[in-house]
């Protein structure tokens, strides 16, 4: 159980386009999901936490135009990378919080390229 | 200010022999430390916990990890290394921070290196 889904694995896109990322929790609702940035050989920067039906709380230095998060139902929040350039290009991942247990869950992560 | 530090970039180790990495921890209250592991382009992957109790914990993958309220640390141990196992492991702590909503702070991350 606790099965969080990413999609995509990888996109590439030119730049000034927007890119949507999904993150599904499979087999329970999660109330909380959280969105992270990862570069090459670095540990996870957390970008912002996103509740179900209220808006998205953004980590200090993190652009809420550029990063778009929805979470629209209990199972689904979507990061849109809007008017992507080459500097947005890295490794995202999303993980999700079940209400009874401590750990999270984590999507197998989106490698974005623009170029 | 919950905190983990990962203090080898790196490790190597033989297969089969023992495995260790390090992790120690800066919390006010009793912590909640977690592990997990990371292959490339991958998500990352739930090992263990510790939330109370007994101090050696046993997680997924036949790895284990020793909670040392003295020393602060919470040290993934494994008995027996292999090859697979080879991979970037994260130390975390639960957040306790107002309106953390139950995030985990990551350290920087050891890779492990298991060669034949």
């Known amino acids: 159980g606790a099965v969080v889904s990413q999609h995509p694995s990888w996109v590439i896109c030119k730049s000034g386009t927007s890119v949507k990322i999904e993150c599904r929790s499979l087999d329970f609702q999660a109330t909380t999901m959280f969105w992270y940035r990862q570069f090459p050989k670095q540990s996870l920067m957390l970008m912002a936490t996103s509740n179900e039906g209220s808006k998205a709380t953004y980590e200090q230095g993190v652009e809420k135009d550029k990063f778009l998060i929805n979470h629209a139902s209990l199972t689904l929040s979507t990061l849109t990378v809007t008017s992507a350039h080459p500097e947005d290009s890295s490794f995202y991942i999303c993980?999700?919080?079940?209400?009874?247990?401590?750990?999270?869950?984590f999507g197998s992560g989106t490698q974005l390229s623009v170029l | 200010a919950q905190s983990v530090a990962q203090p080898e970039d790196q490790v190597n180790v033989a297969e089969g022999n023992p495995l260790t990495v390090k992790c120690t921890y800066s919390?006010?209250?009793?912590?909640?430390l977690f592990w997990y592991v990371q292959y490339p382009n991958r998500g990352l992957q739930f090992l263990l916990k510790y939330i109370t109790g007994d101090n050696l914990v046993k997680g997924s993958y036949g790895f284990e990890a020793e909670f040392n309220k003295s020393q602060t640390s919470f040290h993934l141990k494994k008995p027996s290394a292999l090859v697979s196992d080879s991979a970037l492991y994260f130390c975390a702590v639960r957040d306790k921070g107002a309106g953390s909503q139950g995030n985990l702070i990551f350290g920087k991350g050891t890779k492990l290196s298991v060669k034949p």
């Open positions: 919390v006010s209250g009793n912590p909640y």
């Open positions: 993980s999700a919080r079940h209400n009874e247990v401590l750990e999270l869950f």
